[in-house]
Nanobody
């Protein structure tokens, strides 16, 4: 089992940047592929980005391509989400998640086994 704790959220103006971190503890971090999801008020949780256990493969939802970058540091048991050129529509609670099937990189919520508690990102116009 793995425990996930997100940090780095906050209030930022449109066009600004934030870097989210997700620290993992428990089982070997490199055994998981990792994902970031977000949930805006009144909306379903949606996929944002995912990264393979090696960090060699990454995937993004179309709305964040070119603005967000997912990365990981297996030595520090941490996955990151660098968010640039933020827009008001990026406002949401952001969650990191771990998939025990490390050989895949999934966009599907149901494929992830462990979730953090979330961190709020608010982008003002």
């Amino acid at each position: 089992q793995v425990q996930l704790v997100e940090s780095g959220g906050g209030l930022v103006q449109a066009g600004g940047s934030l870097r989210l971190s997700c620290a993992a503890s428990g089982r070997t971090f490199r055994s998981y592929s990792m994902g970031w999801f977000r949930q805006a008020p009144g909306k379903e949780r949606e996929f944002v980005a995912a990264i393979s256990w090696t960090g060699g493969n990454t995937y993004y939802t179309n709305s964040v391509k070119g603005r967000f970058t997912i990365s990981r540091d297996n030595a520090k048991n941490t996955v990151f989400l660098q968010m640039n050129s933020l827009k008001p529509e990026d406002t949401a609670v952001y969650y990191c998640a771990a998939d025990e099937n490390y050989y895949r990189v999934s966009r599907n919520l149901g494929d992830y086994d462990y979730w953090g508690q979330g961190t709020q990102v608010t982008v003002s116009s």
